[in-house]
């Protein structure tokens, strides 16, 4: 099953959400608009939201072409997002240390939620779960949040300098930047 979640339908407000616990999960380096929209998208979706943190271990081994902050620091990233929108007493931190997480053995989660760019991951999450006797998860999946050069954003691209974490290009947030000093 896939859902998409618009802003303004029934199923995004806080009395109607659709599942008591959903998964997410990732690096969460360098924490961006599009980390955040897909965060908020999961506190819409579900009563409580578990939250999978990849360890370094676990990073190490995913090969990234840039570094990636340690854990306790993606995680205080994390936990202050979290805090600021109001949403920790909600949420669940766990350490991932595989690509799946404790998802493919847990019957209290009731959904998975994605970008466009990991739904290939909630389906092989969801085989996994059909192999070992539990149903699939419905997933519910945002469309990639894109840069101001319609590109998506991403870590990756906020550590080659190419964005920023919202999405602006660099060499256009620095234009402005100079233009305002000099006004």
Do not use: C, Q, W
């Not at 990732?26 to 608009?33: A, E, M, P, S, Y």
């Amino acid at each position: 099953m896939f859902l998409g979640l618009r802003r303004g339908s029934s199923i995004m407000t806080e009395r109607t959400r659709p599942f008591k616990e959903v998964a997410i999960g990732g690096t969460f380096d360098v924490l961006h608009r599009g980390h955040k929209i897909l965060l908020r998208t999961a506190f819409r979706a579900g009563d409580r939201v578990l939250i999978g943190l990849s360890r370094n271990g676990f990073v190490k081994r995913l090969v990234k072409n840039h570094r990636v902050d340690p854990y306790l620091k993606r995680k205080r990233e994390l936990i202050s997002f979290l805090k600021r929108e109001r949403l920790l007493d909600r949420a669940k931190i766990i350490p991932l240390d595989d690509p799946y997480g404790p998802i493919i053995n847990d019957s209290t989660v009731r959904a998975v939620v994605v970008s466009r760019m990991t739904k290939k991951m909630a389906d092989k999450i969801n085989t996994i779960r059909r192999r070992r006797g539990l149903k699939p998860l419905p997933v519910v999946s945002i469309g990639m949040v894109v840069a101001e050069d319609f590109e998506p954003i991403s870590s990756t691209r906020i550590r080659a300098g190419e964005i920023d974490r919202e999405g602006y290009l660099a060499r256009i947030r620095r234009s402005r930047r100079i233009a305002l000093t000099h006004a």
